[in-house]
Structures are given as C-alpha cells and as structure tokens.
C-alpha cells in the first residue's frame, strides 16, 4: 500500500496542528460555532443526534494490519469500544467528545491516516473495488490512480468550497464491485480495441432525493489526462454548479439540467485550456505511485488442497460460508475472505475494538498484513491461502464475523439511521435487525440465491436504497415511521434506480412485504439460476403489486 | 399535559443536554427529569437561559422540545427526541447503557 513520504507526514501533521488550534479557540469561545462548524466537518467531525461523530478515512478502502490496531485502540480509549464501517468504505466513531479529537486525529497520523475532507463541500474520500489488485476479472489495478486523485484533491485550493459534497469511485475491472454508476464522478479502466489502458469516465451519479445513473461523458481517457480531465470536471462544476438550493446542488443536477452533450462540450473547452498544463500525468508519475502497489510475493502454489476438499465434504456449515464468503484469487493457491459484518447479534457494519484487534492479528497470520472494507459495509482479507481456509474460518466463527451470506438476502446495507444520525425520519437498524431474524434459514436465503436488501432512514439515501434489488427507504409520516420499499434497483455494471413499489409499511408489516415479495420471487422464477433482479426485470412490477396490495 | 423543555448539546461532549433552573442558577444536565418545564407563556424565560449557554460556550444549539409525564419521569412528544433523550434504540456493540426499547415503542 502507499507509504507516506517525508511530504505526507508534515502535511498532516501541520493540520493536526491546525486542527487542535481551531478547537482550542471554539472551547475558549474564540471562534462561534457557524464559523468553527466548516473547520470541523473538514476534518471529518460532525454533530450528530447523541454526540460528535468522527468520520476517519479509509482511502480506496486500504488498511494495514497496524492501521487497524490503532482504529481499535481509538474506539477503545476515546469511543464506547466500537466503529461504524459506512458505505463510502471509512469508519466513523460516534462518541467522541471534541476535546479529545485533535489527539485522535494524531493517534491516526502516526500510522498515516486522517479524517481530512471526508465531510464538507469538498472532494471526499476517493473508493474503489474491494478486490483491487487480487481479482480475476481485474482489467487493471484502480488504487495507483485512486492514490492519484487523492492526493490532488486534498487541500485543492479551487475544490475546498464547492456547491455541494463531492464523490469519486474507480474500478479496474469488468464487474463494478465499486458502484460507479451512482457516483459524482465515476471512472472504469478498460482496454481499448489496441488493448491499450484508457478510462470511461461517468458524470452526474448519484442518490439522495433525486437518484440518477452517471451519464458517460467521455468513453476513452487516456491515463495521462486523468488529473487534467477531472479537473476540468470541477472547475465547470464550480462554476456553475448551484449555490441558491441545497438540494440542487449536487453535479448530478448540473448535468441534468444543462443536458448531457452540453455539459460534455463546457467539460471539453475547458480541458482544452489545461489539458497540456503540468497536471498532466508522466508515466513515471504514475509508474511512482504504482510501485506502492505490486504484487506482494506470492508464493506458487497448487490451487488444490486436499484438507480444504475434505473440509467442504464433511463440515456443512464450512462448506456453507466458503461457498459465500469465499472468492477466487487471480493467483492458484489464493483466495480472497469476506468478513461479514452483518451477524443477527450487531448493526451492520459495527466492528468492536476486541474485533478489530483480532481481525489485524488474522491479516497478520492469513493475509500479507492487509484489510480492505467495502462499501457493503463488510471487511475483506484479500490474500488467504487456500490451505489456511479452514482454519482461518474457526477463528472466524469464534469472531461472530463467518454469516454465511455475502451477496445474499441478509447482507443488508444500512445507515445509522434516527437512533444516530440527526438527519434521519426513521429507524433504518432496527428493521435490519428484524429482516436478519425473521430470514434465519441459510437454506432458505442459499435458495433465493444473489441478492441485496439496502435500508436508508431517510431520502438522503446514504443506505443506498435505491440501487438494491429490493430497497427499504424509512420515512416519517405524521409522527409515524412508515417504511417504502423499492424493487430493480443494482449498483453494479448493468446499474438501475429501483421503482417505488406502492405505499409505505408500517415497523410492524414491513417484514412480512418483505417475505411476500419473495414469495412472488420464488413461485414465478425460471428456475434457480434465474436470479431476483433478472426475474423482476422480466416480470415487471405486477405481480409483487398485486401480492403485496391486492 | 404537555410542557416544554430546552435542550442542546454539551459543547465539550457533543452529549445531549436539558436546561435546568436550579436554585443556584441556570444548569445543564443529561438527565431529562432534572429538566426544568414551563408552559408556553413562561417559556421565555429558557429561552434566555438557553441563548445565554449558547453564547457563554457550554451549549450547541438549544432549541425548546414538547414534553408530558408519566410514572417514569419526563417523555419527549416526538419519537427523534425520544432517542435523543433515551439513547439509541438498539444494543449496541459494546456499550453498558441500556437500550432504550422499553421506553418507546420500537
């Protein structure tokens, strides 16, 4: 992973430094609170419903063994021994007090991290695919130019104050495990007819109030024009992008408004203006910054095991877990583990600090010494040998971190919801909670086969209801949290908004709307292999209407 | 009946606070039951008190919540308060206060 240069390391300490200033004047009365609320949502610190929450970035979702130990050690000394994995790949703290803060954010420097830019009208944290660098579909590792733009966002000075809040994610490979579709910006490496390396790059993605599908803006970018383009991107966004509404804000609503071949021809001139400027990228700039990233050294190794065969022959529930939370590597011998974070026994997407430590000792012993998180809100050990399967699955289950079900019915994604956040309309985990007990068979879930159930608490979509396949969006309804389901939604390369099925359920009978749909699911599919969103695609709404309403 | 209470949150802490008058002035608690209630014509005089945290740095945000009583004290009218109030409704990971399910319907 990249490793900080003599640059980096004063960068962040000179805004700690700044950091801890500012919160010394805001606790001496010095600065009021509209004017230090700016300096501290760009340092990731937001108040929420309880307390401060603190937002910590975890850049294209990359963690080290020690990083992880030091997330642990943070919510176990300034936090109530536990963090949130959120949907953009970071972890957030929900009760630190500010005074505390500044020398968490320097218990995070020390081992190179920050929470720099991850809230604010800025360029957020910059995320990627989970399986970077390991998968087999990989067209070409996405981190070295996540790293790029990371770097050039941070502190940009044109890009600190912009309309609104702005996102970036980049996949390397052919299936989207990053969901480009639905973010501000969105780029795909692919190969060009020559099988030269260029991008596809997507503008105008995203959820909230009003979902949409990133329109392709340009579909061959070469390498070197990747800084220059995006820069390009903002500079006509900040310009023009909408600073009287709130809810307009957002580029997504820029390109709409002004139409897509519009937007791409202000985006072109002004590219024009900076595309030979000294952003644009030398292959030994990107060549630099790739060297943080190669292959660690593999070992050569048969990708047949005789004990993990055994295994899957005579222990069930072994066999169960692998055959969900395992996936193949791009190496024989290898395999990438999914930890779930989605047990009946916590909110998705908590991890306490004991979790944590452990999880840093397994990537020691099983994984090379890394962890990536995902923005299903799950964690991945990306280099795991075929033979220590088994019994890294035993350490697993003693964790509560083995649900059988990646990709499945109960890997729910869910927002905090109205018990954290102070945006919310209503309770997003409770319902997680409920969906997660009510569908305890693995048999059953096995038979439904791939699927995603995505829980927002309110139309900021931060849940990302609107891109699963069977989507819950809590809202409040004259005092009384009602719940929307949605249907068709998917987040992956054949992206599409779901459809609001009907009106809304009540706490008490949304669990059952959901069994019905499955229901329909079931009876109606073309077999097995026919999976919920092909089935719904095929069968329209119709039918899941008439047996949810009659 | 219905009454209303002031509430904010501790500046240093981030927690939610509720104003109380006390004898010995204005305070600020995290016990909702030590909140001092008025109707609405004496509202005033929390507000004051409240804006006066506000400036003196001790608060974030005070703003007046609507509030009846029961056996167990003081209930938020609204169910975002009541969590405000009561704690998430949820166990959470690794956390020794009480789940706040038995106060308010889930």
Known sequence: MYQYSQADHQLLQERVAQFRGQVQRRLRGELSEDEFKQQRLRNGLYLQLHAYMLRVAVPYGLLSSNQMRTLAHIARKYDRGYGHFSTRQNIQYNWPKLEDVPQILDDLAAVEMHAIQTSGNCIRNTTSDPLAGVARDEVADPRPYCELIRQWSTFHPEFNFLPRKFKIAVSGAIHDRAAVAVHDIGLRLVKDASDELEFEVYVGGGLGRTPMIGKLIRASLHPHDMLTYLEAILRVYNRLGRRDNLYKARIKILVHETGEEKFRDLVEAEWQEIKASSLRLANEDIARIQSHFKDPDYELLSDFDHDFDSHLLTNPDFANWASKNVELHKKDGYRIVYLSLKSRNQPTGDVTADQMDAIADLADRYSLGAIRSTHRQNLVLSDVKLADLHHLWLELVKLDLATPNYNHLTDIISCPGMDYCALATARSIPIAQALTERFDSYDYINDLGDLSLNISGCINACGHHHVANIGILGVNKRGVEVYQLTLGGSAREDASIGKIIGPAFTSDEIVKAVADILKVYLDKREGPEEAFLAAYRRLGQAPFKEKLYG | ?106
């Not at chain 2, 030590?34 to 703003?63: C, F, S, W």
Request: net charge negative; aromatic share 8%; glycine share 6%.
């Open chain 2, 1 to 106: 009946m219905a009454y209303q209470i002031y509430t904010a949150s501790l500046l240093k802490e981030g927690l939610v606070t509720y104003l109380c008058l006390g004898t010995d002035g204005a305070f600020w608690s995290t016990d909702i039951n030590k909140a001092t209630r008025m109707d609405e014509q004496h509202l005033h005089i929390l507000k004051a008190e409240a804006e006066y945290a506000a400036q003196a740095n001790i608060v974030v945000g005070p703003y007046p919540i609507t509030v009846t009583s029961n056996d167990q004290g003081l209930i938020p009218v609204e169910g975002r308060e009541k969590i405000r109030a009561f704690g998430p409704t949820i166990t959470l990971p690794s956390d020794p206060v009480r789940p706040a399910s038995d106060l308010h319907a889930a």
